[in-house]
């Protein structure tokens, strides 16, 4: 089993002449859960993306490691799944062909089938619908469902309950409830209701 380690060290992030933010310091451990929050524009999506690999700090370090031996940046994303509202599900493949296409790369966790995966999002009548025709609302719903039933240690949440209704909202702090015990999940966000439950809230000023 991994056990994943994410530090980073004074770390920065500069647009042209504006700092996003600077000098951020944080030790974020498997098995525990992290928010990110600040106002708008802050920089909570581009910490994020640094996090995950997508993009590099301006300053300082990130090393993610695991049992304590680094990771190289191009390989984090073998240990991590990441959701957002701005990433695009494939529109012209069917529910099923996206999620064997998606979990050729995210293996699914041991003794989870497709099937029962959608029957858990409760999408059995489109499993062969396209991606096209569905609600903003199931696409995220997918989108969450490829984390939470992927073998992934590291889950990484964008905003997550973006176009979620009650419902979608109370399967989602159910299903991460009870994957945030052995993972390292991290959320950036500033509504409560989707980080009430961790362990720490790091503040970007």
Not at 63 to 81: M, R
Not at 164 to 190: F, H, P
């Amino acid at each position: 089993m991994e056990a994943i380690e994410v530090n980073l060290h004074e770390v920065g992030k500069r647009f042209g002449k504006q700092w996003l933010f600077k000098d951020l310091s944080a030790k974020l451990e498997q098995g525990k859960s992290y928010a990110i929050t600040g106002n708008n524009g802050s920089g909570k999506s581009t910490l994020l993306q640094i996090i995950f690999g997508y993009q590099t700090p301006t300053k300082g370090k990130l090393q993610v490691q695991n049992h304590q031996t680094p990771i190289l940046p191009a390989d984090v994303f073998k240990y991590t799944s990441f959701v957002a509202p701005y990433l695009e599900l494939p529109e012209e493949l069917t529910l099923v062909e996206q999620l064997h296409f998606h979990h050729q790369f995210k293996p699914l966790q041991s003794k989870v089938t497709i099937t029962q995966l959608i029957e858990e999002i409760g999408l059995t009548a489109s499993a062969h619908k396209k991606i096209k025709h569905f609600s903003s609302g199931m696409k995220q719903r997918v989108k969450l469902a490829q984390a939470f039933y992927s073998s992934s240690p590291v889950l990484l949440f964008d905003e997550p309950c973006t176009n979620l209704d009650e419902k979608g909202m109370t399967w989602y702090q159910e299903q991460i409830k009870k994957c945030k015990t052995n993972r390292l999940v991290v959320i950036a966000s500033n509504q409560k209701d989707e980080y009430a439950f961790v362990d720490e809230v790091l503040r970007i000023v």
